[in-house]
């Protein structure tokens, strides 16, 4: 019998009758045939007044003591969502993330998943029940309960389609599915039907808020179906998927942008080998998250190393800059701290030309200028000044026909 | 090393400051040499709140979900109780009752306890940790979460110092001790010092609600020197223990009211051997509790048998009655559905004589109207009309000198 596995996250489950709501959609692929698994996040806030309470008591909490806590939160949601089903007549039992022997790392607050035990989910769901699983969490090997870190929930679910083998994980969300690119800043974006887990990977690293990033690559990994759906409404929401043919066809899939940016050039670094892994490794030991990096020679003994981190990195990266002049002997260094980030992505790109120049010209065209440039096999990300990014998205959507489906669109 | 098991129920840790004031607790333990194992309960209302969002969902929820729902109150509290300790300086460690291995029968919602891997707490206290376990739960054999019913965290604490072999077990709660009576029927109450795990038991199960009943008997079975005490103030509070020589010298240890009590008399049953019996099976089979019962003889051919309960349980033991009239020819069914249980307890009963006398002499004295009376080996039990019970108590309380601690009495 095909398993189906579905997320609620928790906004979907945030009262009883969301709950409700969320347990029809269970009941309808079970009448469908299915078998289904639940994976539930913990209900509305709760997980942030559980932060709360937590902070009031201890302003750096054991990260061990935090799982402990926050783990509460799904395994509350999945017992009340096991109780809507009974009450609706259908067998349904819940588990806690240890009892399916989700085993991860020992890593607390963002853990590693290793292994789960399909058998034993198989076995339930050979019972005729509805398994509901707690989202986000694990255990080590030691019995110590984990949690997966930021869209845990979505990592818990990936991986039980991939344990199980299932014909399709659904994410119910509270929007209909993954857009070209963020309707409230570009109201014609449209709804892609499919994305490939590549294009998605660069859309959620690129602040699409759909998925977490570790849930699409682990997708990607175990070729899981993953559908992105509103829990609201019966829109079919957005497959991702592996690449297929007729994605090619289409040059660019979606856009998106990135605010809160900051650049910080060291100019006039020794051009000498390992200078670049030097100044990242500095960086990475401050734990400065590094976006991107633009590393340029200005002569035979000098080159130009920038990189943009989020602004909130920005004051530690500075430290770091700074030391690294006087001990480098740098000739400047520069920061600017109005930086967002415009992106096109497309795995179209790969085999296409001319969405570098399409791009640049769309913002040429509307007066955005380009402070630098970044790119990857399938995304090109152009620094802007931040009062300028949304008009440099409206540019690129517009000149890539973002706002109609890509069947729709002039052929490549 | 001694190790004290310190048990803090819900009041108790209701709110970061009350978790501080009750981490203090545990480090002035710490301090004085000690190892200490703290067990808490729920925070405030939490499981209150659990089970009104279970209802919500499911009128009649399964209750191994229950189960599942109500065991994150005190996983809750006990990863905020260890981040506490943390902030104040001390290495601490909370635990649920699965990952104690506190091995349960698979009984939802009132699961006996089987074993606890006591070795594995020692461990983490050798490690200098302060060892914090949730309450009221535990885990069958098959991983499925428990919960130990009413008082469950009383139980869990006295269970905990027996299999660690605990110098004593602390139960705090908002009230001082144990009390000769309630304070709020007799004002001039005094606390007992000591009292013992059989008289503890007879007040426990007449409605004194300091201790549950099942935890009392736990600490009785495995020897466990119980001590109730307020988390609030530095009373030393009531030790429960075996009894001691110097208890016997005490006539009467406490007495206790019990309210909503009915009386239903089969009047005329024949008298046969094995009458009683089918009486009582009859209403275990409908699950009424059945208080006191007295049977006595009218004739060599007729009895009459008749039994206290609750007035929650009248309307269906008045239907067993009615139904047993019809089957065993009795000549009548009495019910009487204001009555009220003022008892006295003592272990000097046993080599005393008089207790009764001085009892019902009280009442005439005070003109209480004595329906019925029962009595075990250290209790005597007098059914009276509901609205005279306090002044009954207050008899009966001022005959045995209640309101002096025992070594002021005048002696035996």
Redesign the interface.
């Known amino acids: 019998m095909a398993i189906v596995v579905q997320k609620f996250g928790g906004t979907s489950v945030a009262d009883?009758e969301k709950?409700?709501r969320a347990a029809r959609r269970v009941i309808e692929r079970k009448q469908a045939g299915y078998q289904v698994v639940v994976v539930a996040s913990a209900r509305g806030q709760q997980t942030d007044e559980?932060v709360r309470?937590?902070l009031?008591?201890?302003?750096?909490?054991?990260q061990?003591?935090?799982d402990?806590?926050l783990?509460?939160g799904e395994?509350?949601t999945?017992?009340?969502f096991?109780?809507?089903l009974?009450?609706m007549g259908y067998k349904a039992?819940?588990f806690?993330g240890?009892?399916i022997r989700m085993m991860t790392d020992g890593v607390y607050s963002k853990a590693q998943i290793k292994s789960i035990d399909a058998d034993f989910v198989r076995r339930e769901l050979n019972q005729d029940q509805v398994v509901i699983v707690a989202g986000f969490q694990g255990i080590d090997e030691f019995?110590?309960?984990t949690t997966l870190g930021r869209g845990g929930s979505d990592t818990s679910a990936v991986a039980l389609a991939a344990a199980l083998k299932a014909e399709e994980c659904e994410i119910f969300t509270d929007v209909d599915g993954v857009y070209t690119t963020d309707p409230r800043l570009f109201p014609n974006a449209v709804m892609l039907d499919e994305i490939s887990y590549d294009e998605m990977l660069e859309m959620a690293s690129l602040g699409a808020g759909v998925m977490h990033i570790r849930s699409v690559a682990f997708g990607k990994r175990y070729n899981v179906k993953i559908r992105v759906r509103n829990s609201g409404n019966d829109n079919p929401g957005t497959v991702i998927t592996h690449e297929v043919p007729q994605m090619e066809g289409v040059l660019v899939s979606g856009a998106t942008i990135q605010k809160d940016m900051a650049k910080i050039s060291l100019i006039g670094v020794p051009n000498v080998p390992g200078m670049a892994a030097q100044v990242f490794t500095r960086l990475a030991e401050a734990k400065v998250v590094v976006n991107d990096i633009i590393q340029t020679e200005i002569s035979p003994e000098k080159a130009n190393i920038a990189f943009l981190v989020g602004t909130s990195d920005l004051p530690t990266a500075r430290q770091v800059a700074d030391d690294l002049q006087k001990e480098l002997h740098c000739e400047n260094v520069f920061v600017r701290d109005d930086i967002a980030l415009v992106s096109v992505i497309g795995v179209g790109m790969r085999s296409h030309y001319g969405v570098a120049e399409k791009t640049f010209g769309a913002l040429a065209k509307a007066k955005v200028n380009i402070d630098s440039i970044t790119t990857s096999e399938i995304r090109i990300s152009c620094a802007v000044g931040k009062d300028e990014v949304e008009r440099a998205l409206e540019a690129v959507c517009l000149a890539f026909e973002l706002d109609k489906p890509a069947r729709q669109r002039k052929p490549v």
């Open positions: 009883a709950i409700r559980l309470d937590a009031e008591l201890n302003p750096n909490p054991p061990r003591e935090m402990q806590l783990s509460t395994q509350q999945v017992s009340l096991a109780m809507a009974e009450a039992i819940s806690t240890g009892q019995g110590n309960i």
